[in-house]
């Protein structure tokens, strides 16, 4: 097995039920964990390893790899595996649960599509060679359009397997081109008449990327949005503010804001993550407050400025000036914004204008988005686009749920098969690359 999934693996945790995951590690396309049973008759630590359909998944099916008492040689040099009670014994209860898991995880990637959130990153969900998986495929029309509505080339900031798009404006528009793309290739099984009920959500950015894909922006009107969008933002920033992750829950990273004159929450992501936003200076004593009131983590974020936050109001104030000249439709889609539910067609184009731009200026709360997705039924989040960053936080917020990341043509495919399948309330296939439950 590769020397770095040996690197990452662990076994000095002790967890409290029969079947959890503990620490895991991606490498050769192969995902390791370790798992721990604990029952009262004994305490076994075991090696198993996940079957990966591609690169690009991280679909939860288990097979027991070998258990080992105390003397055995471990099967991973560097590992050992302290084992009480009789072998047969061990063996015999471990296979069974991990026959459960096993079975549950298909019975549930498998069960019909009725209603599937379909989620659109943000701005920071870039990569290098983010667009190299659609370049042959026919959603790459997207971004033929995308070029035209521009005048500009826009193939190089998808293409390069060197570099991330570095500058605001490409950096977005990167990012949504792939949500575009993505959503490209899902529509013909997702925006059927009579089919599936999709819900849509976009994270910050992504709002525009959900507005194209309910039908109220074309192609060219989305990426004229997103231009303007990143030109004006990045006019503001005046290198005097920026934006810190904290591992810490919304009432804790309030109270870290609370007595601090510019710095706002800015992002509440999850249960235990979220962002605040502001000038540097006091950023830096935001984050001396939230270590002492017990944030894991405090992770200053490479962005250009203070993101949702007064401090962007002349840039909102503009954009939304000059959103007036680009056309807005209804929404063909339920589309939740920031916890609230925009029902297809009760949103006009004024309203929708005007929440594109306060945007730029109002807390994105993605917790209370997820949450109203749930409450309306949502049996599935597929992340529109490239990266793991939504599905991510819906496992920590919603708990067990399916979750795919169709970042890639193969994806999307497999994905339509599996609604195309629940349209006619037949079998679903086995899909070709997911993600955990």
């Known amino acids: 097995m590769d020397e770095q999934v040996q690197a990452g693996l662990t076994v000095d945790s002790r967890m409290d039920t029969p079947w959890q995951v503990g620490r895991s590690v991606d490498a050769s396309g192969t995902a390791c964990a370790l798992h721990e049973c604990a029952t009262a008759h004994f305490v076994a630590r075991v090696c198993i390893v996940t079957q990966l359909f591609a690169s690009a998944g991280d679909h939860e099916q288990w097979e027991i790899m070998g258990l080992w008492p105390v003397r055995a040689k471990p099967l991973i040099p560097g590992v050992r595996l302290p084992v009480r009670g009789r072998p047969h014994r061990r063996i015999t209860v471990i296979t069974a649960l991990a026959v459960r898991a096993e079975r549950g995880a298909q019975a549930m990637n498998m069960a019909p599509l009725r209603s599937p959130a379909v989620l659109f990153p943000g701005q920071g969900s870039q990569g290098p060679g983010m667009g190299v998986a659609w370049r042959n495929d026919p959603a790459w029309a997207v971004v033929e359009e995308a070029e035209g509505a521009l005048g500009r080339p826009l193939e190089p900031m998808l293409l390069s397997a060197d570099s991330v798009p570095t500058s605001t404006t490409d950096t977005q528009l990167s990012v949504v081109l792939c949500s575009m793309m993505s959503w490209k290739a ?164 004024t309203a929708w204008r005007g929440l594109v731009a306060a945007d730029l200026t109002t807390p994105v709360r993605w917790r209370d988005t997820q949450h109203a997705l749930a409450r309306l039924g949502a049996d599935a989040v597929v992340e529109a686009g490239y990266g793991r960053t939504l599905t991510g936080l819906a496992k920590r917020t919603l708990g067990r749920v399916r979750l795919y990341n169709a970042s890639a043509p193969d994806v999307c495919g497999s994905l339509s098969e599996l609604v195309r399948a629940s349209d006619n309330n037949g079998a679903a296939p086995p899909l070709k690359t997911g993600a955990s439950s």
């Open 186 to 349: 899902l529509a013909p099984a997702l925006a059927r008449e009579g089919g599936v009920r999709p819900l849509l959500a976009g994270h910050s950015l992504g709002l525009i990327s959900a507005l194209h894909a309910a039908g109220v922006l074309t192609v060219g009107d989305t990426v004229r949005i997103v231009a303007l969008r990143a030109r004006l933002t990045e006019a503001a920033c005046d290198g005097t503010g920026g934006m810190t992750a904290l591992l810490l829950g919304f009432d804790g990273a309030a109270a870290a804001c609370a007595d601090i004159s510019g710095c706002w929450v800015a992002n509440d992501n999850a249960p235990t993550q979220t962002v605040i936003s502001g000038k540097h200076t006091s950023l830096r004593e935001a984050e001396a407050a939230a270590t002492a009131l017990g944030a894991g983590d405090v992770i200053p974020l490479d962005v250009a400025g203070p993101f949702h936050t007064p401090l962007m109001h002349r840039a909102s104030e503009e954009f939304l000036s000059e959103l007036g000249a680009i056309p807005f439709g209804r929404a063909r889609a339920v589309i939740v914004h920031n916890g609230r539910v925009h029902r297809p067609g009760a949103t006009g184009p």
